[in-house]
């Protein structure tokens, strides 16, 4: 499996990007998908997380409202769609993939299979 993860960059605050994630190597509907964050200095995080067919979850409060995750099963590709960027949301994205099911009782898969190399998003104010 190989996950190849776009679109990261500079910008101003206030400004929009999209982060894209192709995956490859198996098929993308046998995956749970997530996109993670890592900020200067901190712990990585979970952003979101996509079932297998379909529906997407924000799980990070400050993005809910300025940020919004999709994956396209036919292209075999998850996105994040970022609005009215902050300085504190530059971090490097991670997108990863995880054989284990997203459920009511297990919203985010224990353990993720695949990582991508991750693409850095700068926000400047």
């Known amino acids: 499996v190989q996950l190849q993860a776009s679109g990261g960059g500079s910008v101003q605050a206030g400004g929009p990007l999209r982060l894209s994630c192709a995956f490859s190597g198996r098929p993308f509907r046998d995956y749970s998908m997530g996109w993670f964050r890592q900020a200067p200095g901190k712990e990585r995080e979970i952003v979101a997380a996509c079932k297998r067919f379909g529906s997407c979850t924000l799980y990070t409060d400050v993005v809910k409202g300025r940020f919004t995750v999709s994956r396209d099963n036919a292209k075999s590709t998850v996105y994040l769609q970022m609005s009215n960027l902050k300085p504190e949301d530059t971090a490097v994205y991670y997108c990863?993939?995880?054989?284990?099911?997203?459920?009511?009782?297990?919203?985010?898969?224990?353990?993720?299979?695949?990582w991508g190399h991750g693409t850095l998003v700068t926000v400047s104010s």
């Open positions: 990863a993939a995880s054989t284990g099911i997203i459920t009511s009782s297990l919203p985010i898969p224990n353990r993720w299979d695949h």
